[in-house]
């Protein structure tokens, strides 16, 4: 709270600043100013804000307004994008369920999150109930701050998806969520018969595609996995676990 405090602070010295001085200089295209704050005229402003405390409070409520709308903005054209052209939403991510669906599941999800391994339980009931209805798609979002191996259990997961064999990783990953870690991942390669000289060079070259999905999940405000946004026939936008079978079953 204390840092984000002086970050509002300091724009509202440097604002304040920019319009002392739009009142004080001549409009000139060339004039120059120093971008370093003067330390009394800086304590002029402090006054000011002190006198004038709701000033805070209406930058932060102003910045938070503007934040919401740009996340809205990208949801909805991730939406649309969705609905309208899927194949540019899906990218390489692997997919699994109907092919020719119109309803697409988007999956963001954590290997080492168990509320993830809850949610793989559920989704591969939903897709042997309704193996014609949706296409799942997996976008990797490892919340590695927190979690310390879901990023080695990501990068494992598409080296194996290079090989054709990301949903029987994946299934490998979330039935032994307790014992993530180095000898599990070469466990599954060998258990699945990858080449394992391509499986550790392709964990190698993971983080780019993973980062893309981090980004995107950033883009679209995402604040914890897993997370789902679906586009069909009678509902498109962000979706909870519990709320599909219901649109899956057009109830």
């Given at each position: 709270m204390f840092k984000i405090f002086t970050h509002f602070r300091n724009l509202v010295i440097f604002s304040f600043i920019c319009l002392i001085f739009s009142w004080s200089l001549p409009v000139q295209a060339d004039t120059k100013i120093d971008p370093k704050i003067d330390p009394q005229l800086e304590q002029q402003v402090l006054e000011i804000i002190r006198k004038n405390p709701e000033i805070i409070i209406e930058s932060v409520e102003a910045?938070?307004?503007?934040?919401?709308?740009?996340?809205?903005?990208?949801?909805?054209?991730?939406?649309?994008?969705?609905?309208?052209?899927?194949?540019?939403?899906?990218?390489?991510?692997?997919?699994?369920?109907?092919?020719?669906s119109k309803t697409v599941l988007i999956e963001f999800s954590d290997f080492e999150c168990p509320y993830c391994a809850e949610a793989h339980k559920k989704l591969k009931d939903l897709l042997a109930k309704y193996p014609n209805k949706f296409t799942l798609v997996y976008k990797y979002f490892p919340l590695y701050?927190?979690?310390?191996?879901?990023?080695?259990?990501?990068?494992?997961?598409?080296?194996?998806?290079q090989q054709g064999k990301f949903w029987e990783y994946h299934d490998a990953l979330f039935t032994n969520q307790k014992q993530l870690g180095e000898t599990l991942y070469l466990?599954?390669?060998?258990?699945?018969?990858?080449?394992?000289?391509?499986?550790n060079n392709d964990r190698q070259l993971a983080i780019k595609p993973i980062q893309n999905d981090l980004l995107l999940a950033q883009k679209l405000g995402l604040?914890?996995?897993?997370?789902?946004?679906i586009t069909s026939q009678?509902?498109?936008?962000?979706?909870?676990?519990?709320?599909?079978?219901?649109?899956?079953?057009?109830?």
């Open positions: 910045y938070q307004q503007q934040q919401q709308q740009k996340l809205q903005q990208s949801r909805q054209e991730f939406i649309n994008n969705l609905q309208t052209n899927p194949k540019t939403i899906i990218g390489d991510s692997p997919t699994i369920g109907a092919t020719q701050q927190i979690h310390e191996q879901a990023l080695p259990a990501a990068t494992a997961a598409w080296a194996a998806f466990d599954i390669a060998k258990r699945l018969k990858l080449n394992l000289t391509k499986f604040g914890g996995t897993p997370s789902f946004i009678n509902f498109s936008g962000p979706v909870k676990l519990t709320e599909l079978e219901e649109i899956l079953g057009g109830k």
